[in-house]
């Protein structure tokens, strides 16, 4: 038996810009509701990545450097459970193939072309200044700025058209019932600032269960279970899907999202790696 039952991995700051309490709060929190369940857990920081890694059964992830995911693969090759997995973290981070997966699927997605200027993203990994996240008034303009990022090593850009509407930010955990959402512009909280490309929202009247469908669709088919996104919230109500994450901050929704993602952890991983015959396996698994 392993001395600890889950590792629990925390994100290197740079791949947290300006969000790093935040996501420290969270996996804090989910690590205090699986303590609370009775299971043994150890902490690593992939900004210590020259470390091995501790042995366990399951591997919790907010993790996105290369050399992590990919001792992460192999653990998982060696059978441990990772959660996310590192095959849909890796996705999440590729932003230009995660949205031609995304759009492959038939999920709504922002189109290549429109008449309301464009956004041009990197898309080989993820977003850790503003200058990997720009808007740019037209497409030549964006063509440019994309030039320039390729000229800078960065191999994949994704170019969207800008989608009038309420940007809409959402939360989720898939096999629970959690999911919650709000408007960025209400309040004017921001990563970078790009929310208020969009302005005031109009709170446009829209199906929260066909947005929670929608992101649990891309959910699953991404490998990410735990996950936020952005949308925008059309004035008919239809909602476009503009970015996609792996386990965001849940800053607006920490204590509701903990406790769902300790029971997705759980119903994850103990069926089939914790309920091992020990006494306190069976309440949880």
Not at 171 to 182: A, E, H, L, P, S
Not at 253 to 269: F, G, N, P, S, W
Request: charged share 25%; aromatic share 8%.
């Amino acid at each position: 038996m392993y001395d600890s039952q889950i590792v629990m991995i925390s994100r290197a700051h740079r791949y947290s810009p300006n969000s790093v309490e935040k996501d420290t709060a969270i996996l804090h929190e989910v690590g205090c509701r699986l303590l609370d369940k009775g299971l043994r857990i150890a902490t690593y920081s992939e900004d210590e990545k020259e470390k091995p890694l501790p042995q366990a059964e399951v591997y919790v992830t907010m993790g996105r450097d290369e050399t992590v995911l990919q001792e992460l693969k192999r653990k998982q090759q060696q059978g441990a459970i990772v959660i996310n997995s590192p095959e849909g973290i890796i996705t999440c981070c590729q932003r230009y193939q995660q949205m031609q997966m995304l759009e492959s699927a038939g999920i709504n997605v922002a189109p290549h072309k429109g008449n309301n200027g464009y956004w041009v993203k990197r898309g080989d990994a993820s977003a850790q200044t503003s200058a990997d996240v720009l808007f740019r008034p037209d497409y030549e303009s964006a063509m440019t700025t994309a030039n320039e990022m390729k000229a800078k090593g960065i191999t994949e850009i994704d170019i969207r058209a800008h989608i009038t509407g309420d940007l809409v930010k959402f939360y989720g955990v898939t096999d629970t019932d959690f999911f919650c959402y709000y408007y960025p512009g209400d309040d004017g909280q921001s990563k970078f600032g790009d929310e208020q490309r969009n302005g005031k929202p109009a709170h446009y009247p829209f199906d929260k269960k066909q947005l929670q469908q929608m992101a649990n669709q891309a959910a699953t088919l991404l490998q990410t279970g735990i996950y936020g996104g952005d949308c925008i919230i059309q004035p008919d109500g239809t909602p476009v899907l503009i970015d996609f994450n792996d386990w965001p901050s849940f800053s607006r929704c920490r204590t509701e999202a903990a406790q769902a993602i300790a029971e997705h952890i759980v119903q994850k991983a103990g069926l089939q790696t914790i309920k091992k015959g020990n006494d306190r396996t069976d309440k949880h698994a």
